[in-house]
T-cell receptor, first 110, second 115 residues
Framework: TQLLEQSPQFLSIQEGENLTVYCNSSSVFSSLQWYRQEPGEGPVLLVTVVTGGEVKKLKRLTFQFGDARKDSSLHITAAQTGDTGLYLCAVNTGGFKTIFGAGTRLFVKA | GAGVSQTPSNKVTEKGKYVELRCDPISGHTALYWYRQSLGQGPEFLIYFQGTGAADDSGLPNDRFFAVRPEGSVSTLKIQRTERGDSAVYLC?????????????FGPGTRLTVL
């Protein structure tokens, strides 16, 4: 069983549509990060959420940390082809180790 | 400024051979991480260096895997007697400070294929 469960695993949508992807766990975390990874590249940090219920916006991307700090969501408004990539959530498990979810692979069609 | 670089970008080897993968972190970053990413999965933690020392190597899968960072900058991940199951993308990341408090900057990875 993965510490972080991401859903859906794969999402293919048309440009201009909205979407939400999820990161769930039964554990409580002090913070959670979202990354985007493009083919042939390493992950790039998008945001870190720290407070339960926190909402952070990054242009068309809205990140929310659950009230109980066990889950998080990423909402993209009016998706663009440039949003295509693998979206990963990750947590630090007390110390040095970062644990990643398996990711949601998003494909935005023109 | 230069980001994290990894060499080679691709490595194909035969089962049983020894390989070395190199990571050049961002200058001045004291923390360095190695991860392994298999197809369809997120990165899996292998080892963390703070300076020259391995502060956490609990993610190394077995004793065929070893990593060094002798001068606190460049790191080398060494894999002995490679197996087909070792095939994956090996990612390196560095951060200004460690302990989970610094942003990790990833390199593009080395794709290892063991035939």
């Amino acid at each position: 069983t993965q510490l972080l469960e991401q859903s859906p695993q794969f999402l293919s949508i048309q440009e201009g549509e909205n979407l939400t992807v999820y990161c769930n766990s039964s554990s409580v975390f002090s913070s959670l990060q979202w990354y985007r990874q493009e083919p042939g590249e390493g992950p790039v940090l998008l945001v870190t959420v720290v407070t339960g219920g926190e909402v952070k916006k990054l242009k068309r991307l809205t990140f929310q940390f659950g009230d109980a700090r066990k889950d998080s969501s990423l909402h993209i408004t009016a998706a663009q082809t440039g949003d295509t990539g693998l979206y990963l959530c990750a947590v630090n498990t007390g110390g040095f180790k970062t644990i990643f979810g398996a990711g949601t692979r998003l494909f935005v069609k023109a | 400024g230069a980001g994290v670089s990894q060499t080679p970008s691709n490595k194909v080897t035969e089962k049983g051979k020894y390989v070395e993968l190199r990571c050049d972190p961002i200058s001045g970053h004291t923390a360095l991480y190695w991860y392994r990413q298999s197809l369809g999965q997120g990165p899996e933690f292998l080892i963390y260096f703070q300076g020259t020392g391995a502060a956490d190597d609990s993610g190394l899968p077995n004793d065929r895997f070893f990593a060094v960072r002798p001068e606190g900058s460049v790191s080398t991940l060494k894999i002995q007697r490679t197996e087909r199951g070792d095939s994956a993308v090996y990612l390196c990341a560095s951060s200004l400070r460690g302990g989970g408090g610094g942003t990790q900057y990833f390199g593009p990875g080395t794709r290892l294929t063991v035939l």
